[in-house]
């Protein structure tokens, strides 16, 4: 019954990071560590989340940016591993207040930006994977940190999926693969992920149909309500802990 509940979580938060860009590991990770217990959850979430990325692109493939990709990720993924390597050193409650705060920040900032017309380039995406990649490397979940980024560099609805997803893929790889190297990722581990991740995959091709009647507006109004909702989030995990 425990398995078949993270099945379902993994539906609905599938469906609902299909639509908005991000969410999937902040509404499956309390499940899975109420599950597994928090040691088994982060790499078990890890290869989900692999999964989860996968499937957005095959459902978007056409609109992936690959060069906003490729400037994000040459960076994105040695940050990753590194900060897989060093999870256990630092203090992960100052980071989820950290990341909350700046998670909030962004939404008044992102329409300050819209209006003064500015935007990211290349070179943005790159410095901005090189540190939300060692972030991904140590916190379960910094989804959310590269929606303003990709938003920022002039991306919507199916390019914006696609390209956050492909460019989110190889930082969830390196770090899976970091876990495995130091003996976190057993065989065991991998499967659960890998189940948890089906149900990730198919939320991703249920919420295509959603966003393809999305207008503009109704989009960047819900990457205000994600981002606010997991930096409260955050920063409520962070104080209770």
């Given amino acids: 019954m425990g398995l078949l509940f993270v099945l379902i979580v993994g539906l609905i938060a599938g469906t609902i990071s299909g639509i908005v860009g991000t969410g999937s590991s902040i509404m499956l990770m309390p499940v899975l560590i109420a599950q597994f217990g928090p040691k088994q959850a982060v ?25 906003a990709c490729a400037a994000y990720s040459i960076t994105g993924v040695p940050a990753a591993a590194l900060g897989a390597r060093t999870l256990l050193a630092l203090p992960s409650r100052a980071v989820d207040v950290a990341i909350g705060l700046f998670l909030i920040a962004m939404v008044p900032v992102r329409h300050w930006l819209a209006r003064h017309a500015l935007k990211a380039n290349l070179a943005h995406l790159a410095i901005g994977g090189a540190v939300i990649g060692y972030l991904t490397g140590i916190v379960v979940s910094t989804g959310p940190l590269s929606v303003p980024l990709f938003l920022f560099y002039g991306l919507s609805r199916g390019a914006f999926l696609a390209t956050e997803a492909a460019s989110s893929l190889g930082l969830y790889l390196s770090k899976s693969v970091t876990f495995e190297r130091f003996g976190a990722l057993t065989a065991d581990v991998a499967l659960k992920g890998l189940i ?14 959603f966003v393809l009647h999305l207008k503009p507006d109704a989009f960047r109004l819900l990457m205000d309500g994600i981002m606010l909702a997991a930096g409260a989030s955050l920063l409520w995990s962070a104080t209770t802990s």
């Fill in 196 to 209: 948890a991740g089906t149900s990730l995959m198919a939320g991703a091709f249920i919420a295509k149909r």
């Fill in 43 to 67: 790499p078990i979430m890890a290869v989900a989340s692999v999964m989860a990325n996968l499937s957005r692109i095959l459902a978007w493939w056409r609109e992936v940016d690959w060069r």
